[in-house]
């Protein structure tokens, strides 16, 4: 048999090393007897035709971001919240895999047709743009691209900065057009869609973590036998442990590729500028419970006592 595998960004990225190392592992896993086909961004649409394909069947395996499922999955916007998960990248992995919170979490995805098999966190997030970004003030007035999700928005509000929803195709040339005045990526993303080369600044900001989410069509999932549900979880445990080190490994080569192949200035925020946005970034999560219920408010507090408990 053969299964599609969509997800949302360029060959070599941090979903594409995913999908890849999943396609080896499967294949590997049934002898052959099941073939993946990958297709990264634009071949099926972008994030949110593809989320679309993956909820009606249409195709079997995606991997999709919380800024693109926010308005289907609503709670996980969480992972849209600032300066929530610990800045520990291996403890951030633990716990979007570990956290009790991600059970409840699936749950609602699977109410969107989603059975989630995997999470993790593709790189802190980082402003870039045309300008100088190191307190919140600086945001007033500045059209920052983001994901068309509602927290993600409200985040950018909170700080003074005016949110626009661009597809990500489209982000390079709505800079360079100077349609917009930065975005928000993190590293291998901003050197892959050469975003570095229409921005003069780039600040190491690192005010979240993006977190990819491996999921199957539900009906695809419970048409398949118990057997090969075991193997395609065990190849996406593979992936999701293999891709750790993966995603590391491309921002820091990248950062560094960025440093030697442009003049974009990098700009490391202090740890009192960045205390400055993680006070304006705090009324979020109220707006978050608010608009979400209940069901949100208790996947936020059970996030935070395990985010609280790895710390220590
Ligand atoms: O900014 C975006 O829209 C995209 N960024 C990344 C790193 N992955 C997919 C997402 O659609």
Known sequence: VEWTFAHEEVQGSVQDRYAQKFKEEIEKLTDGAVKINIYPVGQLGDGANQVELLQNGAIQLGINNPGSVGTLVPETNIFSLHFLLPSDMDKAHELVN??????????????????VLGWFPEGYQMWTGNKKITKPEDFKGFKIRTMASPVISESYKAYGADPTPIPYMEVYSSLQLNMIDGQVNPIFAIEEMKFYEVQDYMML??????????????????????????????????????????????????????????????????????AAFEEASQP???????KYGEDAGKILDQLLKDVEAIQQ
């Open 284 to 290: 979020v999560r109220e707006f978050y419970v608010e």
């Open 205 to 274: 900001s690192n005010q979240a973590i993006f977190v990819g989410t491996f999921v199957a069509n539900d009906m695809f999932w419970d048409s398949l036998s118990d057997e090969r549900r075991a193997q395609v979880q065990e190849a996406a445990d593979t992936a999701t442990e293999y891709i750790l080190g993966a995603q590391k490994d491309l921002n820091n080569t990248r950062l560094e590729s960025i440093k030697e192949n442009s003049d974009m200035e990098i700009i490391d925020l202090t740890a009192e500028q960045r």
């Open 98 to 115: 570990n956290s009790k919170a991600m059970d409840m979490l699936n749950e609602k995805y699977l109410k969107s047709n989603m059975k």
